[in-house]
C-alpha cells in the first residue's frame, strides 16, 4: 500500500499522474463533483445566509466509498484537482466527504502534467484557497436560485410543455441569438453599383497581365451609367505610384476563448467537442490547462519556442513577444494553453491530432516575427471627367510568422469590399494604360451574419458574459432546451444588373447570384424568442447585458476575498424574488400569437402561435365551441416571419394520392419531415423533397426506392437481413437488432460471411450486456458503467433496493422476477403499466365517449382549453 493517497478528478488524469510520481503514490480519480445541491426545496437554506445543503448522488456512492477506504489506510492525502474554481470547490468537497481538515490537508496545483511541473507542485503544496471555494459556490446557489425560480414562471405564463428552465448566462445568450435575428428580419439590402475597371499590361518577363482598378460607388443604375458614358472615348493614365512597406503581426497564443473559435473556423468543431479534446490532451500531458483566459507563456516555454523556432525555420524567424491580457480581472490567469513540450509537433491519437497542431502551430507564430509586405497603389486618372480610378497589390517580402500559421477570422469581421489583393504589373507614372472593359457592378449591402457558437463565445467574452468554464455548457443548454437550433440555410437566387463599356459602347445585362447561403449558423427558434420577450419584459436586470456582467465582477471579487459571498447573493435575491413574486400573480398566459389574416374560402381568421408542442397556425372560427384546425410549422418556418400563403400551404397536407395495389398513399408532414403513407406504412422522404410537389408518379418511384431499399441481402438462422444507413451511419438490422457496419468493411458489397460476422459479434456483444431481458414487455436489467440500471422502454431507471434496503448483488439480479421489476418502475414512473381505460378514468368531468371515437373526443378539450 502506497503512503500517499493523491486524488484527482479523471481516471485518464490519474494514469498520467501516477507514472510521474511512482510507488510512493497511489493517484486515484473522483469523477468530477462528488457532491450537488438537493433537488428538494432548492437544496438551498434560504432563511439561513443561503447556506447550501449538498448531498452525495447514488452513481458516486461506490466512489466515495473506495475513496473513504483508502484515505483511512494513507498516511497522507493529498488534492490535486484542476487549478481553477471548480477544481478548488471539488477539493472542498472532499475535504467535507472524507473527513479531511482543510487547514492542514496539502492541495497541490499545477497547469501542465509533465514530471518537472508534477515535482515541484509535490515539493511546493499549499493549501484550501477558500475564497475560490466561495466563488464557485456563490455562482453555483446564484445560478440554482434562479434556476429554481425562473423556470417554474415560464411554465405557468408561457403555452407549451412544462421542461422551461431559464438561467442567468443562458438566457442573456438566447437574447443574442434572438435580437441579431430579428435585426436580420427587419433588414432591407440597398443597392449600390461598383465600378471596376481592367487592364492589360505586361509584366517584366513581358508576358501580358490583367489587373483591376476601382472607382467610385454609385447609388442608382441611372447616375452609373452616366459616369460610363462620360468614360467614352476617354484615355488612361497612371497618375501617381505609392509603394509603402507593411507588416502583419501574429496572434496571441490560444486561450479558451480564442481556441473555441479558432477550431470552429479552421476544423469545423463546436465548442463541446473543442473541450472535451482538449481535456484529453491536458490529461495525457499534451497541453497545459485548457480553461484559461491568459495570454501569458512561461519562461521555460519561451526558450522551448525559441529552440524550435531557431532549430526550424533559422535566427531571423524569431522574435520574443509578451502579451497582455485585455481582460485585467482574467480568471484564473495561469498561462496561455500551449503543448508541454514543443519538440513535440504532432500526437499519435487521430482523434487528437489535428487540434493539438492547430495549439502547437498558434504557439509557435505567437513567437515569430512580423510578416513584411510592399503594398503598391496606383491612381489612374480618367481623361474625359478627370475622375480616378484605384489599382492596389501586394508583395509579401517576408514571410515570416506566416510560416507556421495564419489566423482565420468570422464574417462579421470582414468588411464586404475586402478582397484577396493579388500582384500589381510594374507601373509608371504618366504610363498610358489600354481598357479591355469598364463593368458597373449591382452590389448588396448586407445584415449582420448569423452567430456561429465561436462568434457567439467572443460576443459573450467581449460583454464580460461568463468564464472560461461556462462557455461550453451554456451553449450546449441552450441547444438542448431547444430556445435556439444549429442548422444550414440555403441560398437565394437573386437578380443583379452588370452595366459593361467596351469598344465605347455601354451594355446592360440582368444577371442571378446565390445569396443568404449559411453553414452552421444559430438561429433562435420560436420558444427560444417568445421566452426571451417573457423575459425581457417581466425580468429586465437577468436580461440586461451590464447586470449580466457585473455579476461575473462580483465572482470575481468573492475570489479575491474582497466581498462576501452570502451578501452578493443577498442583493441580488431581495428584489429579483419581488419580480418572481409580481410576475405570478400579474402577468398574464403568453402565446407569442401573431395574426396573419383569413382564409379566402370562410373568412376565418389565421393566427400563428406557440402551442403546447411547439409553433404552429391555427385555423380559427367565432364560434367558440367549433375546434381552431392545426399544422405545425416546417423546419426553417418561424412564427415571426411566415406568410399568410405559406401559412395555407401547410393545411394542404395531408393530402391523398390514389390508391395502389387497393391501398391508399397519401402525402403528409410529420415530426420527422414529411413522408408517404401506404396503408399501415409510413415511408420517410428524401432530404429536399417537397411533399406539396409529390404527385403519384413519384409516389410510385419512391415506393419502388423503398422496397430495393428494404429487400434482404442476406439470411442469418434463417432471418432475414436488410440494410440501411441512418444518423451513426451505415447499419445491417437482423431479429430486431441494429449493427453497425465500421468502415473496413465495403458497405455496398457485404458478403454472407461478413454479416455472419458482424451478427456474431454482435450476439456477443449483447451477452454480456444483460443481466435479464424480458423484449416484449420492453424491460430489461442491464450492465452499465456505474452498476446495474433498468431499462423500460428509452428510460433508463435505477435498480431499486430489497424489502430490508439493503442492495441486490449482481448474482441475485439474475433472478429477480419480472413482478419485482416493474414493481421497482412504477415507484419510479408511477402508473407506467396502468391501462388506457384507466387514465382515461381519471380525466375529471368527462363522459364517457364512444369507442370508436375515443381518442378525438379526449383531444376535443385540450384544444378548447388552448
Known amino acids: 500500500m502506497a503512503k500517499n493517497l493523491l486524488i484527482v478528478e479523471s481516471p485518464a488524469k490519474a494514469k498520467t499522474i501516477e507514472k510521474i510520481l511512482g510507488k510512493d503514490f497511489e493517484v486515484k480519480s473522483c ?12 437544496g438551498i437554506d434560504i432563511k439561513n445566509g443561503y447556506q447550501p445543503r449538498y448531498k452525495i448522488p447514488d452513481e458516486k456512492e461506490k466512489v466515495v466509498k473506495e475513496l473513504k477506504s483508502l484515505a483511512k489506510k494513507s498516511d497522507e492525502v493529498w488534492l490535486a484537482t484542476d487549478e481553477d474554481r471548480e477544481g478548488e470547490a ?8 472524507l473527513g479531511l481538515d482543510p487547514s492542514t490537508t496539502k492541495r497541490i496545483v499545477f497547469h501542465e502534467i509533465t514530471k518537472p511541473a508534477i515535482q515541484k507542485a509535490v515539493t511546493t503544496p499549499r493549501l484550501l484557497d477558500m475564497n475560490l471555494v466561495n466563488a464557485q459556490q456563490a455562482r453555483r446557489v446564484l445560478d440554482r436560485i434562479v434556476g429554481f425560480e425562473l423556470s417554474p414562471v415560464l411554465w405557468r405564463k408561457i403555452s407549451t410543455r412544462n421542461n422551461l428552465s431559464a438561467g442567468r448566462v443562458q438566457s442573456v445568450a438566447v437574447r443574442l441569438i434572438a435580437e441579431r435575428e430579428r435585426e436580420i428580419n427587419a433588414f432591407t439590402a440597398t443597392s449600390t453599383f461598383k465600378i471596376e475597371a481592367l487592364f492589360t499590361t505586361p509584366d517584366i518577363t513581358g508576358k501580358n497581365v490583367t489587373f483591376v482598378a476601382e472607382g467610385k460607388k454609385y447609388d442608382t443604375a441611372e447616375n452609373a451609367e452616366k459616369f460610363l458614358q462620360t468614360c467614352i472615348g476617354a484615355k488612361y493614365k497612371v497618375n501617381d505610384i505609392q509603394v509603402r512597406p507593411g507588416k502583419k503581426s501574429p496572434a496571441a497564443p490560444f486561450t479558451t476563448s480564442t481556441l473555441q473559435q479558432e477550431a470552429s473556423r479552421k476544423l469545423g468543431y463546436g ?9 484529453r490532451l491536458y490529461e495525457s500531458g499534451n497541453i497545459t490547462y485548457m480553461r484559461t483566459d491568459s495570454v501569458n507563456l512561461s519562461d521555460t516555454a519561451m526558450a522551448d519556442i525559441r529552440n524550435q523556432v531557431v532549430g526550424q525555420y533559422g535566427n531571423n524567424y524569431y522574435q520574443p513577444r509578451k502579451y497582455k491580457n485585455k481582460n485585467e480581472s482574467a480568471q484564473e490567469a495561469h498561462e496561455a494553453i500551449r503543448p508541454t513540450y514543443m519538440e513535440n509537433t504532432t500526437v499519435e491519437d487521430p482523434e487528437l491530432r489535428r487540434l493539438y497542431e492547430l495549439i502547437w502551430k498558434r504557439t509557435m507564430a505567437s513567437q515569430m516575427a512580423d510578416a513584411e509586405l510592399e503594398r503598391t497603389t496606383a491612381k489612374i486618372e480618367i481623361s474625359t471627367n478627370k475622375e480616378e480610378l484605384t489599382a492596389s497589390g501586394e508583395v509579401l517580402k517576408f514571410d515570416g510568422f506566416l510560416k507556421a500559421y495564419r489566423e482565420d477570422r468570422d464574417d462579421e469581421d470582414i468588411n464586404e469590399d475586402e478582397q484577396q489583393e493579388g500582384m500589381l504589373p510594374p507601373l509608371t507614372v504618366n504610363q ?13 449591402s448586407r445584415p449582420s451574419p448569423r452567430y456561429t457558437e465561436a462568434s457567439l463565445v467572443k460576443k459573450l467574452e467581449e460583454l464580460g458574459i461568463g468564464r472560461p468554464s461556462t462557455y461550453a455548457p451554456t451553449i450546449n443548454t441552450i441547444l438542448t432546451r431547444g430556445y435556439v437550433e444549429k442548422r444550414d440555410k440555403d441560398p437565394i437566387r437573386r437578380d443583379f444588373r452588370i452595366l459593361t463599356l467596351k469598344k465605347d459602347t455601354i451594355t446592360k445585362v440582368t444577371d442571378q447570384e446565390n445569396t443568404g447561403a449559411e453553414k452552421a449558423k444559430i438561429f433562435p427558434t420560436d420558444l427560444g424568442l417568445v421566452v426571451t420577450d417573457f423575459l425581457k419584459q417581466y425580468f429586465d436586470d437577468i436580461m440586461d447585458y451590464g447586470f449580466t456582467a457585473r455579476i461575473e465582477g462580483e465572482f470575481d471579487e468573492v475570489a479575491a476575498g474582497k466581498l462576501k459571498w452570502n451578501s452578493m447573493i443577498d442583493d441580488f435575491y431581495i428584489p429579483f424574488k419581488k419580480d418572481v413574486d409580481n410576475t405570478i400573480e400579474k402577468a398574464e398566459r403568453i ?3 401573431r395574426e396573419l389574416g383569413v382564409e379566402p374560402q370562410t373568412g376565418k381568421k389565421i393566427v400563428a402561435r406557440m402551442a403546447r408542442f411547439g409553433p404552429v397556425v391555427a385555423i380559427i372560427g367565432d364560434d367558440e365551441d367549433e375546434k381552431p384546425r392545426f399544422a405545425g410549422l416546417r423546419r426553417g418556418q418561424s412564427i415571426e416571419t411566415i406568410t399568410l400563403d405559406e401559412a395555407l400551404k401547410l393545411f394542404e397536407l395531408p393530402k391523398t394520392l390514389g390508391v395502389h395495389e387497393g391501398q391508399e398513399i397519401s402525402v403528409n408532414l410529420g415530426r420527422f419531415g414529411p413522408y408517404l403513407k401506404w396503408g399501415e406504412q409510413n415511408i420517410s422522404m428524401p432530404r429536399g423533397v417537397d411533399p406539396h410537389d409529390v404527385d403519384m408518379e413519384r409516389a410510385l418511384e419512391l415506393l419502388d426506392e423503398k422496397a430495393k431499399a428494404d429487400a434482404p441481402i442476406g439470411f442469418f438462422e434463417e432471418k432475414p437481413v436488410t440494410k440501411g ?4 451511419g451505415p447499419f445491417i438490422k437482423w431479429n430486431d437488432m441494429y449493427i453497425n457496419v465500421p468502415r473496413r468493411y465495403d458497405f455496398e458489397n457485404l458478403s454472407q460471411a461478413n454479416i455472419d460476422e458482424l451478427i456474431e459479434a454482435k450476439i456477443k456483444k449483447e451477452e454480456n450486456r444483460y443481466i435479464q431481458n424480458w423484449p416484449e414487455e420492453k424491460i430489461s436489467i442491464e450492465n452499465a458503467r ?11 431507471l435505477k435498480v431499486g433496493r430489497k424489502a430490508d434496503e439493503s442492495k441486490y448483488t449482481a448474482e441475485e439480479l439474475t433472478t ?28 375529471p368531468g368527462k363522459k364517457a365517449a364512444p369507442k370508436k371515437k375515443d381518442a378525438t373526443k379526449k383531444a376535443a378539450p385540450k384544444k378548447k382549453s388552448k
Open 786 to 796: 456505474w452498476g446495474p440500471v433498468l431499462k423500460f422502454g428509452k428510460k433508463i
Open 816 to 843: 429477480v422476477p419480472l413482478e419485482d421489476v416493474k414493481k421497482m418502475i412504477e415507484l419510479q414512473i408511477p402508473n407506467a403499466f396502468a391501462t388506457k381505460k384507466a387514465a382515461a378514468k381519471k380525466a
Open 591 to 593: 402565446k407569442g400569437e
Open 725 to 728: 444507413t441512418g444518423r451513426f
Open 271 to 279: 465548442v463541446k467537442r473543442t473541450m472535451q479534446l482538449a481535456q
Open 31 to 42: 469523477y468530477g463533483h462528488i457532491r450537488d445541491l438537493e433537488k428538494e426545496e432548492m
Open 432 to 444: 498610358q494604360l489600354p481598357l479591355n472593359e469598364m463593368k458597373a457592378i449591382e452590389r448588396f
Open 90 to 97: 471539488i477539493s472542498w468537497h472532499l475535504c467535507e466527504v
